[in-house]
């Protein structure tokens, strides 16, 4: 009885060690986080910075993000330039021991797509060098790389790496999380293939430029953006070059992003007979481990009733 006591105070101490060790990990923003703590689960605590509300793209730092910051053990983000807000804070930590992932090693990298008003431009002018891009993220790549499934394999492997690096005693657990993720994600990338094989006309116009890497994924034509970034009203000119494009392509719908008003989009969809539809860029919303699965898979319902 003595040593069952003894056993069991031993045991609880040691849970007690345990919680206490558990490492801090800052996430940048969603898809991030839900890969994080997916492989995480109850073994670290995991934070995000950009929290529901917020979005990645002009995130503005507050004195409260900077405590999340200096008290992490482990940074995850999502690289390629989105959250370039977080290079001066960062500088602040060089040479300590936290530990740094960019999720994005190892990802082709795409360029943005065509922005429609000057290609059409372009086209008439019979220009022969690259058009203009869509430039929301600045010059340079893509940053939406997670919206692609077999990416987001990639950027799991990189945290996984991140995570063991950073508390090797939790290794097993985090690769077993890991694995069950990941199988997830292939499973999630087998349903696009399937769903989207069979339909002919995946000619794709969007409002932002996000979805660069999902449609080189999984041959949707992309047509172009119509925005450089979504803040201002496209012009007169920009939406009768969408028009033109809608019908000379066939287009059946038109994608603006969650968040984002469809107004603009619906003089152009009264004048070529497109429908409107949401995609979700899942930069905006609330921080919890499904969240990638469950909204990548709303997309998947989107794009194939658009396209049916
Ligand atoms: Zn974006």
Redesign the pocket.
């Known amino acids: 009885m003595k040593r069952l006591l003894i056993a069991l105070v031993v045991s609880c101490l040691s849970m007690a060690l345990v919680s206490a060790e558990k490492i801090k990990v800052v996430t940048t923003f969603l898809p991030i986080y839900a890969h994080t703590k997916s492989i995480v689960g109850e073994l670290a605590e995991v934070r995000s910075l950009v929290e529901s509300g917020g979005e990645p793209?002009d995130f503005q730092f507050k004195p409260s993000d900077i405590k999340k910051l200096s008290e992490a053990d482990l940074i995850v983000m999502n690289g390629v330039g989105?959250e370039n807000w977080l290079d001066k804070p960062l500088e602040k930590f060089k040479g300590g021991k936290k530990i740094v992932v960019d999720t994005s090693v190892g990802v082709d990298l795409l360029e943005n797509p065509q922005v429609i008003e000057l290609t059409a431009a372009r086209s008439k002018e019979k220009h022969s060098h690259d058009g203009h891009q869509c430039e929301?993220?600045g010059d340079g790549k893509n940053?939406?790389i997670w919206l692609d499934p077999i990416n987001a394999q990639k950027q799991v492997k990189n945290i996984l790496k991140g995570l063991i690096q950073a508390d090797p005693k939790n290794q097993e657990g985090y690769e077993a999380n890991a694995a069950r993720y990941l199988k997830e994600l292939e499973q999630l990338d087998q349903e696009f293939k399937t769903q989207m094989e069979g339909l002919k006309n995946k000619n794709l116009i969007t409002f932002?430029?996000?979805f660069v890497y999902l449609a080189q994924r999984y041959n949707f034509k992309y047509i172009g953006c119509i925005e450089d970034f979504p803040s201002k009203s496209p012009s007169p000119q920009i939406l009768k070059a969408t028009v033109d494009l809608i019908r000379k392509h066939q287009v059946k719908t038109v994608f603006v992003e969650e968040g984002y008003s469809q107004r603009s989009l619906q003089s152009i969809a009264r004048e070529s007979g497109a429908k409107i539809a949401t995609l979700d860029?899942l930069?905006v919303g609330e921080s919890e481990a499904g969240a990638y699965l469950k909204r990548m898979r709303s997309n998947l319902e989107i794009l194939k009733n658009a396209w049916k």
Do not use: S, V
């Open positions: 793209h989105i929301g993220h940053p939406h932002h430029d996000a860029t930069e």
